[in-house]
């Protein structure tokens, strides 16, 4: 069956705001073909955003929305999820907004493995303020902050993930929109714990610009280039894996999820009552 997620999408609010050649058309439309897949409903889907590039995809979204501030859209998604925990929540969050303003608050969902899908676009810098390196900005890149090179190793977000304690942890990039659909999909079908999703984007107005990376296509098949799966790399020498995008699923287990086990403590209060 062909899943085109039409229904998801506002069509008088199109055409998008994003740059020409950005990513974050890809991953919406991985997104809301994914939710069709999975028989998600307008009513019962809330989709929460922070600032940056990536969180104008609300705009563009006949669900529920939430736009929240910088770097909080995960504890205004625990909030709802808390209040109404039938709902099917979806956070949306770049790099910028997700990792590095808002990091604390990944570790720690990630940790208490709140019910909730979180899906990153990761185009390694601040592209709605003027490319800013971030903190997956990888060492020596060119940005507006840092002119004569980055002075910081960048963090490995789907690690980070997976190492707090997540259910679900996939990563893969635009240049392979099938694969990354099927992971946003495995992640939605999940039913309990933190489920986390990383999407190599693209910024070709300023990342791609200040590191000469080409245009859009060339910065595409850069990715397609620089990708290896997860499942290749146990033999890999770890000078061979510099500067590679490790794609794949980094983890997939079963957890009791936050909800459930924060029900079994309200039971054991109400008894004690």
Known sequence: MKYTGKKFIKKDSLPFFWC??????????????AMEENNFTQENTVIVTGIGCWGKADDYLNTHTFHGTHGRA??????IKLAKPSLEVIVLVGDGDGA???G?????????NMDI???MSNNLNYGMTGGQYSGTTPYGSITSTSRYGHGEDEFNISELVKA???AYVAKETIANPLRLQKFISRALKKENGFRFVEAMSICPTHYGKENRLGKAAEMIEG?????LKID????RRIDELTAKIIVGEYIDREVDGYIKRYREIQKKAQNKK
């Open 20 to 33: 020409a050649g950005c990513g974050n058309g890809i991953i919406l439309a991985c997104l809301v073909r």
């Open 117 to 119: 899908t979180v899906i």
């Open 164 to 166: 707090a304690g997540a």
């Open 223 to 227: 990715l397609k280039k620089n990708s």
């Open 104 to 112: 604390n608050h990944l570790i720690h969902a990630a940790r208490r």
């Open 100 to 102: 590095t303003i808002g």
């Open 74 to 79: 995960l504890a205004i998604a625990t909030g």
């Open 232 to 235: 290749l790399i146990k033999d």
